[in-house]
């Protein structure tokens, strides 16, 4: 994890290169030890050993990841330049409204009438014809236009980093274009197993949406059973999200484990005698490893599969597993094969819970024990949760920023439910009971009902919790500390614990001080719209054409308000005059601690300033024909902010002129957003 880690921020070909050549020469030197163990009396060195081995897989580390990125191989197709580009699709087609978004694998690069192969990564996002619709699945292959750019970075504090999390994908560039530039070449260039999955799954979702009438029902039983990302509302993600129940919409392995269960159970009757207790464990294997196909092979469900094959093989050969070997192991397949997968959300939260279901449960459910064995029951589940949600809590609350207050309650309400509609929804589509699916849709709208009132209930979630990477870090080691200290009677590390957390509330103090302090101004970068942030403490006045429910306001805006803990937003429009204690818009204007603003629009057309002025900056707003030379005769100004609702031609010139009349100038559309701190 280390090297991985360490090559991920350093990656560069001469480092691949080099990684090779320790790589193997530490190899040669591994397998030297070990044929000559006895001789070169290898016992003697343990420590020395240790360290070497603990360098040897750091080096494979740095191997794997940096061999795994697309953007360092020789063919990669950004490296040259071509007219044209054959991709087929490698991931599953997401729809959102008249836009398409899939993965693509590049294959080859034509240019010039010639053609090259490639390889890499490309992201697709495609407008597709309302009338004439395309239909695409995995394995198409076609060819489009190498018109590409790469991924953009977040533009505005909090926003959530796209850049980042496409490269944790090994995805660096991206495209949009619409249906008429594809041209269809082939089809089934995947992966022929992946392929047939991908097929049987949509077939169960079509049987799924032809049986069950409600939409929201639908969506989560898709969800549930086959893992296929259907449209939730928002309602419904905010009320499992509120009470911690999310883990519930995620093909996990809670699921793989209940199927087990069944499986476990449905074949009993093969424990009779050796020969079929074998094919009975190679069956369970096969069907599991199958539904994990089935459900798009997300992290936790390889995890599941993984773990569950060698606790299952284990019990079978009567051995017994170290249950953190198993996790150990499970972590270095899947890293092996796939070295990104270390940054992804899902598998770091997955292997958390199982280690915090290893490693707490047991000691929570020491707390407490009752006499009637389903109390016992309820309580031992109850310590589950507990355990999962304190391994996890560090990383949830790092990014999610929310505390599901109720997750016991919430937890305990779904589980009868989510066993029921597991084994309801299976046997619907395997058994083809079609006449249980009512019960089903019944099952999914009383669990949905039921999360909701939760989500309802006050207090039931702490909400904008924003903590940065060393607070992170903080609570995190507080968290292990602790556990020792308190579980192994060590005073000095629970001594330790306490520093810590003095430490960590210490800086959360100090940054909620700082915050009731502040004063500032944010100018945000948009797409289409406008929006800057007076700040003052807990207060904001926000001058935008953004309302509070806009998804542009949730993702550029709020993350930023949310993570400054602004409590009271007052929205402005550009036509409205506002003044308050601090700050005065009134007459194209604005006065704000001592900087002044001209709001120039399109109504200065035609038009000029007699009254001589000095502002800090002139605001540009929706294409107005000012030439920056005229207005630098008429009025004194300092530097130009530029937002996303003048032309791209115009954003173009304005930039220009201020450049040749040496004036700093900030533009609000594909470029940084402007923070000051007054």
């Not at 928002?234 to 392995?253: P, Q």
């Not at 005059?577 to 709001?599: A, P």
């Amino acid at each position: 994890m280390f090297g991985i880690i360490l090559a991920y921020y350093f990656q560069d070909t001469q480092l691949l290169r080099i990684s090779i050549y320790i790589l193997a020469f530490l190899l040669l030197i591994a397998g030297t030890v070990n044929l000559y163990y006895k001789k070169l009396s290898a016992w003697k060195y343990k420590i020395s050993l240790t360290c070497f081995y603990y360098s040897l897989f750091a080096v494979a580390g740095i191997f794997i990841c940096l061999h795994n990125s697309h953007q360092l191989q020789p063919d990669y197709f950004a490296n040259k330049k071509f007219n044209h580009l054959s991709i087929w699709i490698s991931s599953e087609p997401q729809i959102s409204g008249d836009i398409v978004r899939f993965e693509t694998e590049v294959t080859k690069g034509y240019s010039n009438y010639t053609a090259a192969s490639c390889s890499g990564k490309l992201l697709i996002a495609l407008k597709v014809d309302s009338v004439r619709p395309i239909h695409l699945k995995y394995g198409d292959e076609f060819l489009i236009s190498a018109k590409y750019l790469p991924v953009e970075p977040p533009y505005n504090p909090g926003e959530f980093d796209f850049k980042q999390w496409l490269a944790s994908k090994n995805i660096y560039h991206q495209t949009f274009i619409r249906q008429t530039q594809l041209v269809k070449t082939a089809e089934n260039k995947g992966n022929p197993v992946k392929a047939f999955a991908l097929k049987l799954r949509q077939q169960q979702v079509n049987i799924y949406r032809k049986l069950i009438k409600d939409d929201e029902a639908f969506a989560v039983a898709s969800t549930l059973i086959l893992g296929y990302r259907a449209d939730l509302s928002k309602e419904t993600l905010a009320a499992y999200s509120k009470t911690g129940t999310i883990h519930a919409l995620s093909v996990s392995g809670m699921h793989v484990g209940i199927i087990y269960i069944a499986l476990n159970f449905l074949l009993g009757f093969l424990d009779r005698r050796k020969a079929t207790q074998l094919f009975k464990v190679v069956l369970i294997c096969v069907l599991i490893w199958g539904y994990s196909l089935l459900t798009g092979f997300s992290p936790s469900v390889l995890r599941s599969a993984i773990m569950l094959t060698v606790f299952i093989l284990s019990k079978q050969l009567n051995r017994s597993s170290n249950s953190y070997n198993v996790v150990a192991f499970t972590a270095f397949c899947l890293l092996a094969y796939q070295p990104f997968l270390i940054w992804d959300v899902g598998f770091q939260l997955s292997f958390l819970a199982v280690i915090g279901l290893i490693y707490y449960q047991p000691k929570i459910k020491k707390w407490l024990y009752f006499k009637n064995k389903w109390v016992n029951k309820l309580w031992e589940t109850t310590a589950m949760g507990l355990a999962a949600q304190l391994a996890t809590l560090p990383l949830s609350i790092y990014y999610f920023h929310q505390f599901p207050v109720y997750f016991i309650i919430s937890n305990l309400f779904i589980l009868i439910p989510i066993t029921l509609m597991m084994y309801l929804g299976i046997a619907i589509l395997l058994l083809k009971l079609h006449f249980l699916a009512p019960i089903f849709e019944y099952l999914i709208n009383f669990t949905n009902k039921g999360l909701k009132w939760i989500a309802n209930l006050p207090y039931a979630g702490i909400t904008e919790i924003w903590i940065n990477r060393w607070e992170l870090i903080l609570l995190a080691l507080f968290l292990l500390t602790v556990s020792i200290g308190l579980s192994r009677y060590k005073r000095k590390v629970f001594l330790l614990s306490v520093i810590i957390l003095i430490i960590f509330q210490g800086g959360v103090t100090y940054r909620k001080i700082n915050f009731m302090r502040q004063e500032k101004l944010i100018f945000f970068s948009l797409r289409k719209n406008y929006a800057a942030a007076f700040i003052k403490g807990s207060q904001c006045v926000l001058i935008t054409d953004l309302m509070l429910k806009d998804r542009n306001f949730e993702f550029f805006v709020k993350p930023a308000l949310d993570e400054l803990e602004i409590k009271q937003i007052t929205l402005v429009k550009w036509e409205q005059d506002f003044q308050n204690d601090e700050l005065r818009k009134s007459q194209h204007q604005i006065r704000y601690k001592g900087k002044s603003i001209l709001l120039m629009d399109d109504s200065f057309n035609y038009k000029k300033i007699i009254t001589p002025s000095k502002f800090d900056w002139v605001w540009i707003h929706h294409n107005p024909k000012y030439k920056l030379t005229d207005l630098a005769k008429e009025i004194n100004f300092s530097g130009i902010l530029i937002d996303a609702t003048n032309k791209d031609y115009i954003i173009s010139e304005l930039s220009k002129q201020a450049i040749l009349l040496n004036l700093p100038s900030h533009t609000f559309k594909k470029q940084q957003a402007l923070h000051l701190k007054l």
